[in-house]
């Protein structure tokens, strides 16, 4: 096979890593879902709150913590990003079209897929691409990774609250407690891993770049295990009625959707200068997926099949950014000389 066609089939396969997992997961539980079931002899009931833990824990470890009081004057654009990505961006999906269903009515998604599109949407921004892809595209790198760290901070505590308002559920708890249930359980050992970053940072910073390398790793593979055990439950629950008509409409739908959220931070960004517009349409369009892949596996008994929509999401965004950020790097090049009249 020509090296060409095996390297960019490599690319591709990195690209998508997150997408191969998924698939991989899914068809292994498939084979024996009771191994991963609640009840069945995994463990199910004990070992996805650890892992959720550790999630959580190695975000903490790889939090660009630095980044947080670098970039702070920015308060301005901070809260624009942050408004755009968890409150503005889902508000207005569940206004114009999770309400009324009517994307059910007509076809295109699955209940559960429905309740997956909405539960994406719901969550904070990716913690590093992001940031990759601002860089790409000429945009302001500095404040793409202060908000990259803001929004999964806020995330676990935010993204639970407002997908609980706009996807209902039922539950003995107030709002209220049921954010400082999750609290305890989402921000805590994030606290715990950002706390553990610090002390590296301020007694052994040599040592840092091998610590996040190895959290990457155990991320990766704790990811892994929560996808394994959540699909284990889900076929074990109830059969799986996922076609490949109800599988294409979906990934065109998210497509859609990502899409007019690119738009739309574009336009709601318009008092900053280009280099902060490009950024802000990168981190408050883009959803993170292992942070969102935990948060349902707490909010929801049954998280299974809303996972499918958020992996999508992720995937589809991985590839839009990379195929736009040319034109915008290209599109700063030809403005140089613009400058906004306030940086704010």
């Not at 990505?85 to 076809?107: I, R, T």
């Not at 799986?240 to 574009?266: D, E, Q, R, Y």
């Not at 950024?279 to 909010?299: D, H, N, W, Y």
Request: net charge neutral.
């Amino acid at each position: 096979m020509d090296a060409g066609v095996v390297e960019r089939l490599r690319g591709f396969v990195h690209q998508q890593h997150a997408l191969m997992i998924v698939l991989v997961t899914s068809f292994l539980a498939l084979l024996n879902p009771e191994l991963g079931a609640k009840g069945g002899p995994l463990m199910y009931e004990v070992m996805i709150p650890l892992c959720i833990k550790c999630i959580f824990f190695t975000i903490g470890l790889v939090l660009p913590a630095e980044q947080l009081v670098n970039g702070t004057m920015a308060v301005r654009f901070h809260l624009m990003c942050q408004s755009y990505s968890l409150l503005v961006l889902p508000f207005a999906y569940y206004v114009l079209v999770y309400h009324w269903k009517w994307e059910q009515s007509l076809g295109i998604l699955t209940t559960d897929f429905s309740k997956g599109v909405m539960a994406a949407l719901c969550m904070p921004t990716t913690a590093f691409t992001c940031v990759m892809f601002t860089k790409q595209a000429g945009g302001d790198e500095s404040v793409a990774v202060c908000n990259a760290a803001i929004g999964n901070l806020l995330g676990p505590l935010v993204s639970p609250v407002v997908a609980h308002l706009f996807l209902g559920g039922h539950t003995s708890l107030s709002i209220g407690q049921e954010a400082w249930k999750l609290g305890k359980q989402l921000v805590l050992p994030l606290l715990v891993g950002l706390s553990l970053q610090l002390i590296v940072l301020r007694f052994k910073q040599e040592l840092m770049p091998a610590v996040v390398e190895k959290s990457r790793q155990l991320f990766d593979v704790i990811l892994v295990l929560v996808l394994y055990y959540i699909f284990c439950e889900g076929f074990n629950a109830e059969p799986s009625n996922l076609t490949l008509v109800a599988m294409s409409s979906m990934i065109v739908w998210v497509t859609l959707v990502h899409l007019a959220a690119f738009v739309g931070a574009w336009y709601y960004s318009w008092p900053f200068s280009l280099r902060r517009r490009i950024a802000l349409m990168f981190v408050a369009s883009q959803k993170t997926e292992g942070m969102a892949i935990a948060i349902l596996a707490i909010i929801s008994d049954h998280s299974g099949p809303l996972i499918m929509p958020v992996v999508v999401y992720h995937s589809v965004q991985m590839a839009f950014a990379a195929a736009v950020c040319p034109n915008f790097r290209a599109y700063v090049a030809e403005q140089e000389g613009y400058r906004p009249v306030q940086e704010v």
